[in-house]
């Protein structure tokens, strides 16, 4: 699919999947998990980190400093002048709609440890030229926390005959990750950085599906309930690389490339049909598949990042940077993001935020304040982003509906330096 139509297409398909086909000796549509390649080789499905990162909308490729940039770009480990160790909370509240249908709009809630870490810095007080330090950082976080639960209905009248068909749709996906990262300073002026990822996924997809048919080819009413599991669980090796400079106090420049992480998907698959036809009960039926399992390999998207930082003195700083993410299931997708810092006193600090993603259409506006003592640092931030996804048949790539998501979260991190 090389043109824009189709990869919005395959996004939806990523997303939400629907797949019919015939179903044993039953000439009926029935609905199967797409599998779980497409749901964990999406990107990063929301921001995840600390206060900060969540504030700046993840605009800190050439900020660094923070224990989640350095995730995304290495070299901003060696920006560090204390050792710290740092964790953060996130609460999260999503909700998923179609426009044009009668639902509940149910809010999903989460709420989890989203990233630990801790930092060696190995500095040279002494020194301004050459080799001022050589940093080691250890941490772990949940990369990705991926969450989607929707219901799509297909009803029709024709005179008295009522046929009506209701699939739900439920996936979750977790990422987590155990990095190591090594940086170093180098005259105060270039950073460079090496990190390495350890990432184990947990995901599932289950779809529910109902039909009624008030009258079949045979001249019954027929009740069909089919619900399918897809079970999954990976375990992949990834590494990431970067580049910070700093010319002059006022500008930073930073550039990153984080490589896919690949390793094997063990998937468990496993169905359960049931057939009722209250005119004739006997031929009601109900079949549990045995389950069926098989492994694959799992990767998750190529990502480069380029970032600008613009920084007066000490009253903040302003930072505009570019993603863009390669994958062969969803094609490249492109980010742009945009924060801004400003120092209200020595130690507080208001940030803001915008990103927007060609992947779902999924734009994001956070806030937040950070609280920056020499030993004590506490940063709170809230987000709200939005999208819209299509529903896409799988087999024969019609559209099926529309529906969009919110979100809403909440991040709290602790640092303390040593």
Known sequence: MKSAKSHIGLCGLIILSVISAPVLRIQAQTVHPYGLAQLMTVTEEDLSGTARFIALSGAMTAV????????????????????????SADFTFRRFYQPDRMDTKTWYNRAHLSQASYVFALTHPERVAGVVSNNLMISYAKRADILRNITLNDRSERGTDFNWTETNIDEYGYRHDADFHYAMNISNRVYWGVGMNIEWVQARQTINRWEYTEEDKRGQRREYTLSETAIGKSFGIGGSIGVLVHPIRALRIGLAVESPVIGKMRETDYYTERFVYPSTPENNSVYDSPDYSTTWQMTTPLKVSAGIGLQWRDHGLLSLQYDMQYHKLIGVAHTARAGLEVAVTNHWMIDAGYAYSTLYSRQRASVGVNYMGKWLRVGLAYAHSWSTGQVIDAVYLTQLGVYKTKENKLVLTFQWNS
């Open 64 to 87: 660094g400093g923070d224990p989640t940039a350095v995730k995304h770009n290495p070299a901003g480990l060696g920006i560090y002048r204390h050792s710290q160790f740092s964790v």
